[in-house]
């Protein structure tokens, strides 16, 4: 059983800066890539900035220069540094990951979704 547990949500004023914290738990043989999602109310939830488990980053344009991914692979845990916060990044904040477990067959890996984290951006 794998989890994905989320932190670091809250309320900002614009301009401010968070930092979210996404750990992954259980039996987990490795973590290929994590990455972060948004989904603001009435919009489709949209890829935010990945990850790969060599360190190679991806970063949506409306993030790019203002928002950092970065992961500690010995503790499965990937974190995104929101600076210069818009009113407009406001959403809830998924963190998403895919990680193998093994298994009788071998290692398998699957995708996993955190809870969610909201993230309200005070104009």
């Known amino acids: 059983q794998v989890q994905l547990v989320e932190s670091g949500g809250g309320l900002v004023q614009a301009g401010g800066s968070l930092r979210l914290s996404c750990a992954a738990s259980?039996?987990?043989?490795?973590?290929?890539?994590m990455g972060w999602y948004r989904q603001a109310p009435g919009k489709q939830r949209e890829l935010v900035s990945s990850?790969?488990?060599?360190?190679?980053?991806n970063y949506a344009d409306s993030v790019k220069g203002r928002f950092t991914i970065f992961r500690d692979n010995a503790k499965n845990t990937v974190y995104l540094q929101m600076n210069s916060l818009k009113p407009e990044d406001t959403a809830v904040y998924y963190c998403?990951?895919?990680?193998?477990?093994?298994?009788?067959?071998?290692?398998?890996?699957?995708?996993?979704w955190g809870q969610g984290t909201q993230v309200t951006v005070s104009s």
């Open positions: 998403n990951a895919e990680i193998g477990t093994a298994q009788p067959m071998g290692v398998m890996y699957y995708d996993y």
């Open positions: 990850i790969s488990n060599g360190g190679r980053t």
């Open positions: 259980g039996s987990i043989f490795s973590a290929n890539a």
